[in-house]
């Protein structure tokens, strides 16, 4: 992407303004929306990583209401949810395979020096840094967990 996050999906916001897609507009203006309260907190304006950063959290709030929805037999709820993370992950650098965690996942360890399940901490930070936006979190700390153990 050669124009920062911030003003990519500020201009697909005016973009699906004119096609009249309106879910996906009010999904961007979602994310707009989350970049200016942060912007307002924060009293600067947001780099790459810091919109990155939200738009992750905000896949994850919507991964936890899929499920939500799921168990409470709500499929046309779960659907938006899941509609939507379609739309904001267009926006998030691509993602690393199964295969290039394990890699990252083994180098890091070794490089670390890493024996035992103390030492899962200074891996997590390690990899949380190479991985920031491109892997989820949570499967990562699973992998380094299985290593570990």
Known sequence: MTENIKASIKHEVSLSMKEGNKFRTTTLRLVVSAFQVE??????????????????????????????????????????????????????????????????????????????MKDMGKVMGVLKELTSGKADAGYISSEVKKALS
Do not use: Y
Request: charged share 45%; glycine share 2%.
């Open 39 to 116: 912007e307002i907190s924060k009293k600067e304006e947001l780099n790459d990583k810091e919109c990155i950063e939200i738009l992750e959290k905000m896949i994850k709030q919507r991964k936890d209401s899929i499920s939500q929805f799921e168990s409470a037999g709500r499929e046309e709820l779960s659907k938006k949810e899941k509609d939507e993370i379609l739309i904001i992950q267009e926006f998030m650098p691509e993602q690393l395979s199964v295969e290039e965690i394990d890699i990252l996942v083994k180098k890091v360890i070794s490089e670390t020096n890493a024996e035992s």
